[in-house]
């Protein structure tokens, strides 16, 4: 130990001796193009996925994790094409760690080149998350670019738990109303992100646990207590890096696909979320669309906001009530289904997820049986909680930015657009419902969804004209 201290101190003097060398020599080598298509991130039978997304913009990725310093170093490599039917003069990125949720959190870009030429960027809001750099020509549809950053984040240094979402420059979203660059703050996502292909290596102290989206090609441990992850993700539309010491892991039991819990506190809640974490999945993965993933991550731990959702890894709160966890980890897996694979504009039209998210919970303990014979409307009462908190009835199809406030977004999205999807199934039956949730995200198949998709999916399912209920409930089709 004393050994490693003064090793310790001595790369702590040199790193701060010199800055431009350790962020070098410290982040490991990026990984190989090759490993983006690499089947590791598949469950059997799904790895041909991947190829879609492999002439589409994708990322490899190395990361150094410097806990000492509260520093991660990294360096990305964005193989750009430009999909988007049109010229660009410059391309936008996200810097999102710079979100004003993040607070305490700062992400700079050190170095930029285009094709190999050095450039320099430009920030372009006030917190720093809409990053343009510049083209020396315009770049024409399906025409392709190397772009490289080298970057750092703060992160909190010596912490037990930390975890970075979104820790490169992703390009933001352009669609036909140009670059997507808001800075949402009403509600509790605030990234949005199309799906790609992901390969990553990330070098971390070796007695913390390193959990990921995506799933583990190989580890290295180096001479120096630290050990490097190569990582591939498959088509995902996000990343996150955890890092934990002294959680405790397990296993879930029956799931169709390993799913693997990392908790700290409470041991009985958390085999609690496995089992449920599990139900949840094999009904999901029954009767929506089988997941294409090798394994599910769910990290349980105090997490004041309920949950949050990423491909293949979710957080969810274990802080409170068995019946809280059946609701809050149900939701969490869902959106598995709602926002990974079917994907969504998650700032204009949030209920797509988090609406489909909320009645996929209450369809889950209505009929797979798990939970007793209550715990379909108990899980209810949750969507009741924030269904009766909304003061001005609007249409559920609306966007982040036009409600007024965080409650009046939560009680509609979370609450109403659940309510009007119960009504929907009493209307048409269940079963229809289900089939149309089904339909809707295996056409959306990792793609951006769109309300009027999921209209057309639930419609086919029917003999009823259902325009008139969704032109009075969600405001479209009218
Ligand atoms: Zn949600």
Same mark, same amino acid.
């Given at each position: 130990?004393?050994?490693?201290?003064?090793?310790?101190?001595?790369?702590?003097?040199?790193?701060?001796?010199?800055?431009?060398?350790?962020?070098?020599?410290?982040?490991?080598?990026?990984?190989?193009?090759?490993?983006?298509?690499?089947?590791?991130?598949?469950?059997?039978?799904?790895?041909?996925?991947?190829?879609?997304?492999?002439?589409? &913009? *994708?990322?490899?990725?190395?990361?150094?994790?410097?806990?000492?310093?509260?520093?991660?170093?990294?360096?990305?490599?964005?193989?750009?094409?430009?999909?988007?039917?049109?010229?660009?003069?410059?391309?936008?990125?996200?810097?999102?760690?710079?979100?004003?949720?993040?607070?305490?959190?700062?992400?700079?870009?050190?170095?930029?080149? +285009?094709?190999? =030429?050095?450039?320099?960027?430009?920030?372009?809001?006030?917190?720093?998350?809409?990053?343009?750099?510049?083209? @020396?020509?315009?770049?024409?549809?399906?025409?392709?670019?190397?772009?490289?950053?080298?970057?750092?984040? /703060?992160?909190?240094?010596?912490? #037990?738990?930390?975890?970075?979402?979104?820790?490169?420059?992703?390009?933001?979203?352009?669609? %036909? /109303?140009?670059?997507?660059?808001?800075?949402?703050?009403?509600?509790?996502?605030?990234?949005? &992100?199309?799906? @790609?292909?992901?390969?990553?290596?990330?070098?971390?102290?070796?007695?913390?646990? #390193?959990?990921?989206?995506?799933?583990?090609?190989?580890?290295?441990?180096?001479?120096?207590?630290?050990? &490097?992850? #190569?990582?591939?993700?498959?088509? +995902?539309?996000?990343?996150?890096?955890?890092? $934990?010491?002294?959680?405790?892991?397990?296993?879930?039991?029956?799931?169709? =696909?390993?799913?693997?819990?990392?908790?700290?506190?409470?041991?009985?809640?958390?085999?609690?979320?496995?089992?449920?974490?599990?139900?949840?999945?094999?009904?999901?993965?029954?009767?929506?669309?089988?997941?294409?993933?090798?394994?599910?991550?769910?990290?349980? /731990?105090?997490?004041?906001?309920?949950?949050?959702?990423?491909?293949?890894?979710?957080?969810?709160?274990?802080?409170?009530?068995?019946?809280?966890?059946?609701?809050?980890?149900?939701?969490?897996?869902?959106?598995?289904?709602?926002?990974?694979?079917?994907?969504?504009? &998650?700032? *204009?039209?949030?209920?797509?997820?988090?609406?489909?998210?909320?009645?996929?919970?209450?369809?889950?303990?209505?009929?797979?049986?798990?939970?007793?014979?209550?715990?379909?409307?108990?899980?209810?009462?949750?969507?009741?909680?924030?269904?009766?908190?909304?003061?001005?009835?609007?249409?559920?199809?609306?966007?982040?930015?036009?409600?007024?406030?965080?409650?009046?977004?939560?009680?509609?999205?979370?609450?109403?657009?659940? =309510?009007?999807?119960? %009504?929907?199934?009493?209307?048409?039956?269940?079963?229809?419902?289900?089939?149309?949730?089904?339909?809707? +995200?295996?056409?959306?198949?990792?793609?951006?969804?769109?309300?009027?998709?999921?209209?057309?999916? $639930?419609?086919?399912?029917?003999?009823?004209?259902?325009?008139?209920?969704?032109?009075?409930?969600?405001?479209?089709?009218?």
């Amino acid at each position: 130990m004393r050994r490693l201290l003064h090793a310790l101190t001595a790369l702590a003097l040199m790193l701060a001796a010199l800055p431009e060398a350790s962020h070098a020599s410290s982040l490991p080598p990026l990984p190989d193009e090759s490993l983006l298509t690499d089947s590791v991130w598949a469950r059997e039978g799904f790895a041909s996925l991947a190829y879609a997304f492999a002439n589409r &913009t *994708r990322y490899l990725i190395a990361l150094n994790v410097d806990h000492r310093r509260g520093v991660l170093s990294g360096k990305a490599r964005v193989l750009y094409v430009n999909n988007d039917g049109v010229p660009h003069e410059e391309i936008l990125f996200r810097l999102y760690p710079n979100h004003p949720f993040r607070r305490g959190r700062r992400m700079q870009i050190v170095a930029l080149s +285009v094709n190999g =030429v050095p450039s320099a960027g430009q920030l372009r809001d006030a917190s720093g998350t809409v990053f343009a750099v510049p083209l @020396a020509a315009p770049i024409p549809p399906g025409g392709a670019l190397t772009i490289e950053f080298d970057y750092t984040i /703060t992160v909190p240094a010596g912490s #037990t738990f930390f975890y970075v979402s979104e820790p490169l420059p992703m390009v933001a979203v352009y669609d %036909q /109303t140009g670059w997507r660059q808001e800075v949402a703050t009403k509600g509790l996502d605030y990234a949005y &992100t199309e799906t @790609a292909l992901y390969a990553v290596r990330v070098r971390a102290p070796s007695d913390y646990g #390193t959990w990921f989206v995506g799933a583990l090609k190989g580890a290295e441990n180096h001479g120096d207590s630290t050990t &490097t992850y #190569t990582i591939v993700t498959g088509p +995902v539309r996000n990343f996150v890096l955890v890092q $934990v010491r002294g959680w405790r892991a397990l296993s879930a039991t029956g799931a169709a =696909v390993p799913i693997n819990v990392l908790y700290n506190g409470d041991p009985v809640g958390a085999q609690e979320i496995a089992e449920i974490s599990a139900a949840a999945f094999n009904y999901f993965d029954r009767v929506f669309s089988p997941y294409p993933y090798a394994e599910l991550s769910v990290i349980a /731990t105090r997490f004041p906001s309920g949950g949050e959702e990423y491909p293949t890894l979710i957080f969810v709160n274990n802080d409170r009530t068995s019946a809280y966890r059946r609701f809050i980890t149900a939701h969490e897996v869902a959106h598995q289904w709602f926002y990974g694979l079917a994907g969504n504009d &998650t700032l *204009r039209h949030a209920w797509l997820d988090e609406s489909l998210a909320q009645i996929a919970g209450y369809l889950l303990y209505k009929y797979s049986g798990y939970g007793g014979g209550n715990a379909a409307e108990e899980y209810w009462s949750h969507i009741l909680t924030w269904y009766n908190r909304i003061t001005t009835v609007r249409p559920i199809n609306t966007a982040l930015e036009d409600f007024r406030d965080f409650n009046d977004y939560m009680s509609t999205v979370y609450g109403g657009g659940a =309510v009007f999807l119960r %009504q929907l199934g009493e209307q048409i039956g269940d079963g229809a419902l289900i089939a149309g949730l089904s339909a809707y +995200v295996r056409q959306v198949n990792l793609g951006i969804g769109t309300p009027r998709m999921f209209f057309e999916a $639930v419609q086919a399912q029917t003999a009823q004209d259902l325009r008139p209920i969704f032109c009075a409930q969600v405001g479209i089709m009218c």
